[in-house]
């Protein structure tokens, strides 16, 4: 079936620095996707998303690219804080955009931001 | 309160036995979504609901997973004749329309033994 995938498992980055977290997803008719953050014992918390009518769209210290042609998504985080070290997921639909329903979720990085 | 609460936050129970699960979504949101969290894995969609009926429960695995929504604000997940391998945290979300942004709650972490 279709799914969504993590390069990465772990990724360990300095404070201060970017981090970039990667995604490959299979499912060609996927036309939205979302970035979650994910702390010990919550619940994944939105960070951003795209259509994929647009290749990037930024937010506060966020940046979220999608090539299409590749079935590639990625997250950067500027100036990476202490506070982001969680667990990102990267999740699709194929069911329109800014819809919650049926997501589909990859197995998540774990983001360690060092001292 | 002023996100989506459930509880309880964990539940040990026996195999063969019921479980419900309880989520109070934010005041106001019509859309509300279970999903299921294996450990080390992303969250798995289960559940559906816009106001009172499961518009979509697709991700249910069979027929001893079961939600109701009696009154279009808390919903209830129900699990018959519990397994080991239904081990997960089980999450709700809730969203004021379907095409905006979902918020999750902790999740009930349910461990069948």
């Known amino acids: 079936g279709e799914s969504v995938g993590l390069h990465l498992p772990t990724l360990s980055v300095q404070e201060g620095d970017n981090s970039i977290i990667n995604c490959a997803y299979s499912?060609?008719?996927?036309?939205?996707f979302i970035w979650y953050k994910q702390e010990s014992g919550k619940g994944p918390q939105f960070i951003i998303d795209?259509?994929?009518?647009?290749d990037k769209r930024q937010g506060q210290r966020v940046t979220v690219l999608l090539n299409k042609t590749v079935k590639h998504l990625s997250l950067q985080i500027a100036a990476t804080q202490p506070g982001d070290s969680a667990v990102y997921f990267c999740a699709e639909s194929s069911l329109g955009s800014g819809s919650a329903r049926q997501l589909t979720f990859g197995s998540g990085t774990q983001l360690t931001v060092l001292p | 309160g002023a996100g989506v609460s459930q509880t309880p936050s964990n539940k040990v129970t026996e195999k063969g036995k019921y479980v419900e699960l309880r989520c109070d979504p934010i005041?106001?949101?019509?859309?509300l979504y279970w999903y299921r969290q294996s450990l080390g894995q992303g969250p798995e969609f289960l559940i559906y609901?816009?106001?009172?009926?499961?518009?979509?429960d697709s991700g249910l695995p069979n027929d001893r997973f079961f939600a109701v929504r009696p009154e279009g604000s808390v919903s209830t997940l129900k699990i018959q004749r519990t397994e080991r391998g239904d081990s997960a945290v089980y999450l709700c979300a809730s969203s004021s329309r379907q095409n905006t942004e979902a918020f999750f709650g902790q999740g009930t972490r349910l461990t069948v033994v």
């Open positions: 609901f816009q106001g009172t009926g499961a518009a979509d």
């Open positions: 499912n060609s008719a996927s036309d939205y």
């Open positions: 795209i259509r994929s009518n647009m």
């Open positions: 005041s106001g949101h019509t859309a």
